[in-house]
């Protein structure tokens, strides 16, 4: 089946530093993936629309200028938490579904990273 | 203002017994719901999903019923087994390559 791959898994950084997480399709090309966040026994928050050789679509709320995300190929996106803080601090999801299917299908997520701003 | 509500945070159920958990959703556009299992610190799992087309879906132990006019579905599990522990979040979308939109999941405890 189709694969989502996320990386890195678990990343631990200083306030003010900056955090890339990167996702790929694997045997799919996408030309859309989402990029959500979860708190704590919280729902999976629809963060923005990555959307291959243009801008994302942001959610309301989610800043822009903070979390940029960046689609420059098929296979990946990748998401910068700019100058991070302790309240950005949260599991980052991506997912996309394998456009080879009807687009009415389930998307695939990959494994998720733990973001952890000291 | 939350479009998918799972109200129960959590379950409890015996072995081999049935779990069912539950979803309502509030937008009339959402046309396709699914189901996935996930485990902390991981992605979310697809489990089964149905279309507004149709008012059952069957796989293996799992069934997901859909009741279009309540804007409710629900997730059965028979026989519930330990392994099926986990969180459930309940998901919906329109048509098309939008984004899905999840409740907040119910964490299931099968005990043994």
């Known amino acids: 089946g189709a694969v989502v791959s996320q990386h890195p898994s678990r990343v631990i950084c200083k306030s003010g530093t900056s955090v890339k997480i990167e996702c790929r399709s694997l045997d799919f090309q996408a030309t859309t993936m989402f990029w959500y966040r979860q708190f704590p026994k919280q729902s999976l928050m629809l963060m923005a629309t990555s959307n291959e050789g243009s801008k994302a679509t942001y959610e309301q709320g989610v800043e822009k200028d903070k979390f940029l995300i960046n689609h420059a190929s098929l296979t990946l996106s990748t998401l910068t938490v700019t100058s991070a803080h302790p309240e950005d601090s949260s599991f980052y999801i991506c997912s996309a579904r394998d456009p080879r299917r009807d687009m009415n299908t389930e998307a695939f997520f990959g494994q998720g990273t733990r973001l952890t701003v000291v | 203002d939350q479009q998918v509500k799972q109200n129960s945070p959590s379950l409890s159920v015996q072995e081999g017994r049935i779990s069912i958990l539950n979803c309502d959703y509030t937008n009339s556009m959402f046309d396709y719901f699914l189901w996935y299992k996930k485990y902390p610190a991981e992605g979310p799992t697809f489990l089964i999903s149905?279309?507004?087309?149709?008012d059952k879906n069957e796989d293996g132990r799992f069934t997901v019923f859909l009741n279009k006019s309540a804007k409710h579905l629900s997730l059965h599990i028979v026989p519930s087994q330990p392994g099926d522990s986990a969180v459930y979040f309940c998901?919906?979308?329109?048509?098309?390559?939008?984004?899905?939109?999840f409740g907040k999941g119910t964490r299931l405890s099968v005990i043994a």
């Open positions: 998901a919906a979308s329109a048509t098309g390559n939008t984004p899905l939109v």
């Open positions: 149905i279309s507004s087309i149709k």
